[in-house]
Each structure stands twice: as C-alpha cells, then as structure tokens.
C-alpha cells in the first residue's frame, strides 16, 4: 500500500492543492509583515539613506554617490575592511579544521567517553560572545594572564597578546573558532553519521586505510555541509563585534576595529546615519558575492 | 487514518543506527586504534573545557587571590563573594529578569511563527509562497548587523525605542526556524493532510490540532537555540536600549568590561552568573540539541 500511495494521491491533489490560497497566507501572514517591516523596510531606507547626509534627526539632502567617494579615500574604512577579511581568512579554515576533526573523533567507535567529550566540545557554543570575550581576555591577560603565567614559568618572556595588534588579532581568532566549534562540530556528525556505511566497507575490503577512506569517502559525502559550514561561518565572521569588544575592544587603539564596529561608531557615536549606510552596502555586497561564489563552487562540486 | 502508520522518509533518522557501527577495526585491531583516538580526543577535550574550568574556579577565588602569585588552579580560601557583589551591584538582578523576560516571549513567538510558515511552505504549494521562500533565504544573507542604522531608524519610527518590544519583534523571524519546520513538515505524508481533508477538516484546524502537536520535537529544539540566540544578543540591545533599567546582562558585562579599571571580581561573578541558564538548559535538553539533525533545517 505504502509503494502505490504516492502514485495515486500524486497528480489529483497538486491541481486541488493549488486552490488553497486562503490557509497558507494566514499562516505565513506574521511572518510576511515582520519580513516587510524589518527587513524590506531597513533595506531600502538604507538605500535610500546611503545616497544621503542624514545624521539621524532632521532634514537631509541628497549627496549623489559622495558617500561611496568617500568610503574609497577613507582609510578607517580600508583598514576595518582588511582587517575583517583578514580575520575571515583565518577564523574559518580554523573553525573548520577544529570542527571536522572533533566530529570525526565523536563519530569514531574507536575513542572511548565520545558523550562525554561532545558536551565539552559544546559549551562554549552556549556562552555569549561576550562572555568569551572577558574568558580569553582573564586568559590572555599581559599581566595576570595564565597564558603568560605558564609561558614565564617555562622561562619565557611575556607575549604582549594586548598591546601587539596582530597578537590580540590571533586571539580573537583562537576565542572564535574555540566557541563556535560546537555548532559546525553538530552539523559535521549529522553529516558524517549518514554517509552509507556501505561505502566504508567496501573501502576497506579494497584495502583502503582510514585517511584515504577519509579523503575519498567522507569529504566527497559532506560536500554539502562543508559548505554550509563555510558560508555560516563567513557571515559570522564578517559581522563579528562583540568578541573584539569584550576581549580588547577593537584595539590597541583602532587597529582591530572590524566592519560592524567602523558602523556601528560613524553611525550611532558620530551621528552619520548615511555614510554609515553606505558602508553597511559595500558589507552587504561582500556578503552576497560571498553566497554566490560559494553558491557557484557548490554547484560545480555536486556536478562533477 | 490508515496513513498514519506510512512509514517515515528514509531520512528521517537513520543517523543514530548507523553511528553504532563506523567502519573500519573489526574488533582484533581494536585496541591500537582506540589509544590514538581516544588520546587524541581527551586532549582537545581537555584544550576545550580548560579555558571554561579556569573561568569558574577563578570566580570562586576572593578578590585579593586572583592576581596572587604564584597562581593555583584551585581556589585557596573559595568564596561567593564575586557572584554576591554581581548580583547586587549595578541593577545586575534586574537585567538578569529583563533578559529572561525578552528571551522567553521572544522564543514563543519565535516557535509558533516559524512553526506556522515552516508547515505553509512545506504542505502547500503556490507562487506567491515560493517567493516568500527566497525572501526568508535572503535574509540569511543579509544578517540584521549589516543594516545596523536603517533598522534602528525604522523600530524609532514605530515607537519602539526603549522598549521591549524593540528588540523582541525583530528578531521574530528567523531563516532557520522556518527552514527548521519545513524540513521537519516535507517528511510528513501528504496523505496525512490529505486522510483530515477527506474527513472534512477545515485546513487550519489540521494544522493545529494534527500538525502542531507532532511538530514537538522540533519545537524544542528551535525554543533552545532560540532562547540562546536571544540570551548572548549584544548589539541590537545595546542601540535600543537607553533606560539603564532595561539593559540586558550581555550589555551589563560588557559595562564592567568597559570601565576604566575593570573590577575582575565583579566582572568574572556576573560572568559566570550569565552563563548558568544557557547551561542548565542545555544539560537539561541535550538530547533535542545533540540529536537533532540541524543541518535538515538549514540545508536546501
């Protein structure tokens, strides 16, 4: 009965199913305007608002692309968006690294106490940004620091991780990739778990070894979660802020000062709702040639 | 309502059978794997809870012990005196309140909104339906951080500012909750809404009194990764709260952070103290966490 069901239910209801136009608008009916009100809404009076000099209050003008001319001579702008394609460039390979290995590790019937273990993996997902932040500045404090503590007890000298910029960037990178392992690690073992044991069984009486059943079955299998995995991971890594604001506040100085945090402080600490806007649109435009070049890469991959 | 007992979708959950027997050792070679593996596991395990355990043991240390050298992973003389002066000090107790208040009405709303337009895209089929589905992915693309001053703008139009409401009904909609459902509807047999109809149901009342309810699992998981969502927010909190009365405890950290000489007594109890709800709730609900498939609801 189960095999002849779909046959007969398949084409009757598709031409009656059509006609139901009333239920599912009422279902979707909240979720429609909060779609228009905070997301269309924004998005076009960001739009709007890019092209001019609003500051929050009054009256404004239209400045034509000034913005934009702007944003290109603006050399905050330049180092806040290098900074975060930097620090996209090396927070998701991390992530990734860290979160496919556990998986693999938790999956594997040969590592003993794996439940144990995953809650451990997990936790830090459960802690705010902000929290981890104070966690790995109390870890990396120059002076009182742990980090430093042990690194001087072994006879080391005490690494400036506050005071050198591209130390506290690493820092924040380790604190990131340590406290989003958890998710990834998640999507991972439910993509790792159904991959046909078949597969690994027939590599195996081939004679193929745990690495190369690795590379040639496993990866080829999780192609689609890999990428998923990338893409959360990039859009998260270029709208971080809290992180960098609790572990060294965007510094020393300025030099840490990603994307969101360069908005957030034209927009709301100096008042220049436009030009913020205009800057929040070059982000928006990274993140949609992001999508694509992955939509693209992931098309290509499946095809193949 | 013979349909009922059609089996599920293949996909519906080989996953935890198939975990029982990974390929490879077939028992003799066992033990020479197991040591690596397991070694290793312990290892990064142990790299993962340490900075966690070295974060709570120092909160139970009193003040004068923390910057006391040389440093000891145990606490000598453990106190609460931390979370006492967290918890009393700087309206603490009152953003904790705040902060559950908004998660909580945030999370149902969450659920039942995404629940509803998750079972329309799954079970009905129009155009209109299939282009709101490409606006919800592009929200995903679009994270409100992107449009930080042009959403302030529109909540401060609708008089949301300073309030509650400011930040719990932005952050209603979200892609994944209705992905999450989506998935979750499309391995129900159609011939279950089909069998109702038959039978005379109206359409809403087969999703509310045959969908819903089968629909639990899934809203578990959404409420906890919803109320996590919510609980860690920082910085749509931060614009549209002005009232020191109505901050949150991400916003309240990140004050003693941000003081000139940060208090680390303070600043490590009121930590730790945020942390304990995400926590328990977790440990309580692990299985709806751990076990559920989430890539279904964020896949396709």
Same mark, same amino acid.
């Given at each position: 009965?189960?095999? $002849? ?10 031409? $009656? ?65 290098? @900074? ?33 273990? $995953? ?17 790995? $500045? ?73 690495? @190369? ?92 | ?198 039978? *005379? ?50 916003? *309240? ?48």
């Amino acid at each position: 009965m189960t095999k $002849r069901a779909p046959d007969v239910s398949a084409s009757p209801p598709r031409t $009656r199913r059509s006609t139901y136009v009333f239920a599912p608008l009422v279902l979707i009916a909240a979720n429609v305007v909060l779609f228009s009100l905070f997301f269309v809404w924004p998005a076009v009076i960001g739009l709007v608002y890019s092209f001019t000099n609003y500051t929050g209050v009054g009256a404004f003008q239209f400045v034509g692309v000034d913005n934009y001319h702007h944003l290109l001579g603006d050399s905050a702008f330049y180092s806040a968006l290098t @900074r975060t394609l930097l620090y996209a460039v090396l927070f998701v390979p991390l992530n990734f690294a860290l979160s496919l290995l556990t998986a693999n590790l938790l999956v594997s019937k040969h590592a003993k106490g794996a439940s144990v273990a $995953r809650v451990l993996f997990f936790i830090p997902w459960l802690l705010s940004p902000i929290v981890v932040g104070v966690l790995w $500045r109390w870890l990396f404090g120059e002076n009182f620091g742990l980090v430093n503590y042990v690194i001087e007890k072994f006879g080391g000298s005490a690494v400036p991780w506050q005071s050198n910029a591209d130390l506290s960037l690493i820092v924040v990178v380790m604190a990131a990739s340590w406290a989003w392992t958890g998710f990834s690690m998640l999507l991972f073992i439910a993509a790792i778990k159904n991959v046909p044991v078949s597969y690994y069984e027939a590599a195996s009486l081939d004679g193929a070894g745990p690495w @190369r059943q690795f590379i040639s079955i496993t990866l080829p299998s999780i192609a689609p979660t890999s990428f998923i995995v990338i893409l959360l991971n990039t859009i998260n890594a270029m709208k971080e802020y809290p992180v960098f604001v609790a572990l060294n506040n965007g510094g020393p100085g300025t030099s840490n000062n990603l994307l969101v945090q360069y908005i957030y402080e034209t927009g709301f600490k100096r008042g220049q709702i436009g030009y913020a806007s205009a800057a929040s649109f070059v982000l928006m435009l990274i993140l949609m040639a992001v999508a694509l070049v992955q939509l693209f890469v992931n098309r290509r991959v499946e095809n193949r | 309502m013979t349909t009922t007992d059609t089996p599920r979708p293949v996909d519906a959950g080989p996953g935890r059978a198939v975990s029982k027997k990974r390929p490879g050792g077939t028992g003799s070679g066992g033990l020479r794997r197991a040591v690596p593996a397991t070694t290793l596991l312990w290892i990064l395990a142990c790299l993962y809870g340490l900075p966690v355990l070295w974060f709570i043991l120092s909160s139970l240390k009193p003040a004068s012990e923390l910057f006391s050298y040389p440093l000891t992973l145990v606490p000598h003389n453990p106190t609460l005196s931390g979370y006492l002066t967290a918890w009393r000090s700087a309206n603490f107790s009152q953003y904790f309140l705040n902060t559950a208040l908004v998660c909580v009405i945030t999370t149902i709303l969450t659920v039942g909104v995404s629940c509803c337009t998750g079972y329309a895209l799954a079970k009905y089929d129009n155009r209109w339906l299939k282009a709101f589905f490409l606006c919800i992915l592009a929200t995903t693309m679009l994270p409100g951080e992107v449009m930080l001053a042009p959403e302030f703008l529109v909540v401060r139009n609708l008089g949301l500012y300073n309030s509650f409401a400011g930040i719990i009904l932005p952050a209603v909609l979200t892609a994944t909750g209705c992905f999450m459902f989506r998935q979750f509807f499309l391995t129900v047999p159609d011939e279950l809404v089909e069998a109702a109809r038959i039978d *005379g149901a109206r359409e809403l009342s087969i999703f509310l009194r045959i969908m819903v309810p089968i629909s639990r699992p899934i809203m578990l998981t959404l409420a906890i990764l919803s109320f996590q969502w919510r609980w860690n927010d920082y910085i749509w909190p931060l614009l549209m709260l002005n009232d020191p009365d109505k901050f949150t405890v991400q916003i *309240g950290i990140q004050s003693i952070v941000g003081a000139q000489n940060i208090n680390w007594s303070v600043l490590l109890g009121a930590s730790v103290i945020s942390m304990i709800p995400l926590i328990a709730i977790f440990l309580v609900f692990q299985r709806y966490v751990m076990g559920a498939d989430i890539n279904a609801g964020l896949k396709d």
